[in-house]
């Protein structure tokens, strides 16, 4: 089947703009959740779902940070007035939480450039 | 909070050589610890993982290794092959996967022709 799709795969925006990341997880899946990853390193945890609601949200910066999941389904990541410093690529994953060991499923990432 | 680290960053071997990473982790509730690897530009991909119940678990010519007691655990790569070049990535979590993994910074795999 599909994998964990994320768009757009690559996103240039201006110092203060707005922007949002998508991402599609597998079909099924119920956890979702949100990595950064830096040049060099390794992904850095944002933000996870368990369904609709946020089950952990600790790893996100600051306010200017935000997602959402309404359905269930589909996740978006909000960035508000974007700075430099967050320029990376946003990593998105899914697992299907059946009670054992779950493994996390990457998308191919967001490349954001903040000029 | 977890802290993972991760060594060698950089690691050159002759092909069909082995390759060995190791990590340390410091939070003595974490039991789920998967090997992730990263070619360039693309996603990380699973390739192995273990539970702390276990000591070891083999995979082909892939095998993970667990210390409990000391808080660490590595990557064995026997008989590399060119196609084995690639970042690998540590990490660990509690509940067995289902809460974030904190992953280590990395080794950057180059296998020798």
């Known amino acids: 089947g599909a994998g964990v799709s994320q768009t757009p795969s690559n996103k240039v925006t201006e110092k203060g703009k707005y922007v949002e990341l998508r991402c599609d997880p597998i079909s099924g899946h119920t956890a979702l959740y949100w990595y950064r990853q830096s040049l060099g390193q390794g992904p850095e945890f944002l933000i996870y779902f368990q369904g609709t609601g946020a089950a952990d949200d600790s790893g996100l910066p600051n306010d200017r940070f935000f997602a959402v999941r309404p359905e269930g389904s589909v996740s978006t990541l909000k960035i508000q007035r974007t700075e430099r410093g967050d320029s990376a690529v946003y990593l998105c994953?899914?697992?299907?939480?059946?009670?054992?060991?779950?493994?996390?499923?990457f998308g191919p990432g967001t490349r954001l450039t903040v000029l | 909070g977890e802290n993972v680290e991760q060594h060698p960053s950089t690691l050159s071997v002759q092909e069909g050589d082995s390759a060995v990473i190791k990590c340390t982790y410091s939070?003595?509730?974490?039991?789920?610890f998967p090997w992730y690897k990263q070619e360039l530009g693309k996603r990380p991909q699973l390739i192995i993982d273990i539970r702390s119940n276990v000591g070891e678990k083999k995979d082909q010519r892939i095998a993970v290794t667990l210390n409990k007691t000391a808080k660490h655990f590595s990557l064995h790569i026997t008989e590399t092959q060119p196609e084995d070049s690639a970042v690998y990535f540590c990490a660990a979590s509690t509940s067995f996967g289902n809460e974030k993994l904190t992953f280590g910074t990395g080794t950057r795999l180059t296998i020798i022709p």
């Open positions: 939070d003595s509730a974490s039991n789920y």
């Open positions: 994953a899914s697992s299907l939480t059946r009670g054992g060991t779950d493994t996390q499923y």
